[in-house]
Antibody
Framework: QVQLQQSGPGLVKPSQTLSLTCAIS??????????WTWIRQSPSRGLEWLGRAYFRSKWYNDYAISVKGRITINPDTSKNHFSLQLNSVTPEDTAVYYC??????????????????WGQGTTVTVSS | DIQMTQSPSSLSASVRDRVTITCRASQNIISYLNWFQQKPGKAPKLLIYAASSLQSGVPSRFSGSGSGTDFTLTISSLQPEDFATYYC?????????FGQGTKLEIK
């Protein structure tokens, strides 16, 4: 059974860096059939995909334009986890942050992605 | 970005009712459409992927249909545990995007 366990601070000061980690059990961060993803949720923005890291012979990243330039998602193969760093945070970055596995699923000869395993969520408040 | 629009935004229904939620994409996403259920204080739960495939462990009263730009989630006979917020999400292209949600409440 795959599980994701999030850790990191719930309070970050404006202009500082938000750092969260997602520990994976039951799967590998180097899996060729998954993308390791961060999503956040706030009343103003709803569910917002932030980005992902995935391994397909080499490592790739995709990021949302809304946070591009401020975000880094890094896999750590030695610890089997992945992390989120969001720089220069403002109160608008206040949200519940989730990590998720976006798994590639074969359906009728094609492959589709579905976020089938989620972390427990971390409420992050940006405030001085 | 692909915009996902759900309707209705909220819905009141009774146990054993049949309920349908609609999701429209701003461009053709073929069948790259997922549905999630979220309860207060919990992470979203994947119900349906590839527009109509039931995720393992999800009751068969949930079903999805559609392709292209128009999709539906149907709950054939509402159970008390189904009262929650439902989201669609496109997996066709990045940035992956979600609908704004449909809150299903008890009548």
């Amino acid at each position: 059974q795959v599980q994701l366990q999030q850790s990191g601070p719930g309070l970050v000061k404006p202009s500082q860096t938000l750092s969260l980690t997602c520990a994976i059990s039951g799967d590998s961060v180097s899996s060729n059939s998954a993308a390791w993803t961060w999503i956040r949720q706030s009343p103003s923005r709803g569910l917002e995909w932030l980005g992902r890291a995935y391994f397909r012979s080499k490592w790739y990243n995709d990021y949302a334009i809304s946070v591009k330039g401020r975000i880094t998602i890094n896999p750590d193969t030695s610890k089997n986890h992945f992390s989120l760093q969001l720089n220069s945070v403002t109160p608008e970055d206040t949200a519940v942050y989730y990590c998720a596995r976006d798994r590639s699923i074969p359906v009728a000869g094609s492959y589709y992605f579905g976020m089938d395993v989620w972390g427990q969520g971390t409420t992050v408040t940006v405030s001085s | 970005d692909i915009q996902m629009t759900q309707s209705p935004s909220s819905l009141s229904a009774s146990v054993r009712d049949r309920v349908t939620i609609t999701c429209r994409a701003s461009q053709n996403i073929i069948s790259y459409l997922n549905w999630f259920q979220q309860k207060p204080g919990k992470a979203p739960k994947l119900l349906i992927y590839a527009a109509s495939s039931l995720q393992s462990g999800v009751p068969s009263r949930f079903s999805g249909s559609g392709s292209g730009t128009d999709f539906t989630l149907t709950i054939s006979s509402l159970q008390p545990e189904d009262f929650a917020t439902y989201y669609c999400q496109q997996s066709y292209s990045t940035p992956l995007t979600f609908g704004q949600g449909t809150k299903l409440e008890i009548k």
